[in-house]
């Protein structure tokens, strides 16, 4: 008798029960795999959301350390604490501190890191055109600066005149033209400044939501050397480098300081104080870093954060636009 139709059925079995296998291994796998993925994405959000108030309490601590120094005096310079970089601390210590029923094993290496620097070191693009108008001391400073940095004096001419033009849509109500008027200074990339050109310009120019004068005591050599007309580039470099030993305490010391015979003081363009600081803070974990930059402006003892956002990767120093 054959047993070729049993022989059949067996083997039709046999594949049906290795389909049906693959098929729930499959099921499985697929199962397993989102599973996984939800797990990471929301661990990813929760590392997210802790980084988000590790920074903010960050921020708070600067802004403290900003209120104390504000008691002190009216002079703001290079020696004092808000001045002195947060190193990279290992936050999980102190958690493994705090949590005695815990190993060291248990607990993530997280890392936070920070900086709080002096805005008004800068040159404040504010003062450049207010209300449509040159201001022809700050355009001079400018100029100073552009010719020690290679700049050439054919894109201030034109960003003056894009400036105005945007101020001057702005004033007569122009909401398409208004809204090109920069309120950060990367946005000056819609006034035709090239990407190139603005990370150049960034440790040496700022814009502030109020003209402000540079804070002599804080600001590099070029920027001194621009907003002093009377200075000459090596009496700029002299002065930053000994001012490392006694910094001012009033305009009326720099002339003797930097060797000046004579010197029109002007309080729009130098200073020896600051309201405005730059804060950036930096968590580093096992998912990677978070950066976050804001700009605080402080009155007296009170400071307000004008904005907050994070710090692009591809360039750290450029200003944030992400307001508050």
Not at 101 to 119: A, K, M
């Amino acid at each position: 008798m054959s047993k070729g139709p049993t022989a059949r059925q067996s083997g039709s079995a046999i594949l049906t029960a290795m389909l049906t296998v693959a098929m729930v291994a499959t099921l499985a796998s697929a199962a397993l795999w989102q599973q996984w993925r939800n797990t990471e994405i929301e661990r990813a959000e929760r590392s997210r959301l802790q980084a988000h108030w590790i920074l903010l309490g960050a921020l708070d601590w600067a802004r403290l350390i900003l209120q104390e120094d504000g008691r002190d005096n009216n002079v703001d310079h290079l020696s004092e604490p808000w001045s002195v970089p947060l190193r990279e601390a290992r936050l999980s210590t102190f958690l493994a501190g705090a949590q005695t029923s815990s190993t060291d094993g248990d607990v993530p290496d997280v890392f936070l890191s920070g900086q709080i620097s002096d805005v008004q070191a800068r040159l404040n693009l504010a003062n450049l055109v207010q209300v449509g108008i040159v201001d022809p001391s700050a355009q001079t400073a400018f100029q100073r600066l552009f010719q020690q940095l290679g700049v050439s004096n054919g894109v201030l001419t034109t960003l003056i005149q894009q400036l105005q033009k945007a101020q001057k849509a702005a004033a007569a109500g122009t909401s398409s033209a208004a809204s090109t008027v920069p309120t950060r200074l990367s946005q000056l990339v819609w006034l035709g400044v090239s990407p190139a050109l603005l990370e150049q310009l960034t440790p040496f120019v700022t814009w502030l939501p109020v003209p402000t004068p540079v804070n002599l005591n804080t600001a590099p050599a070029e920027v001194v050397y621009a907003a002093v007309k009377e200075m000459t580039w090596s009496k700029a470099q002299n002065f930053v480098q000994n001012r490392t030993q006694q910094h001012l305490n009033s305009l009326t010391d720099l002339p003797a300081r930097a060797g000046l015979s004579k010197m029109a003081f002007d309080p729009s363009l130098q200073a020896v104080n600051t309201r405005f600081f730059e804060v950036r803070a930096t968590l580093r974990d096992d998912l990677g870093s978070t950066s976050e930059l804001s700009v605080v402006q402080r009155d007296g003892v009170q400071t307000q954060v004008l904005w907050r956002g994070p710090v692009p990767a591809q360039n750290a120093t450029s200003e944030t636009d992400s307001p508050r």
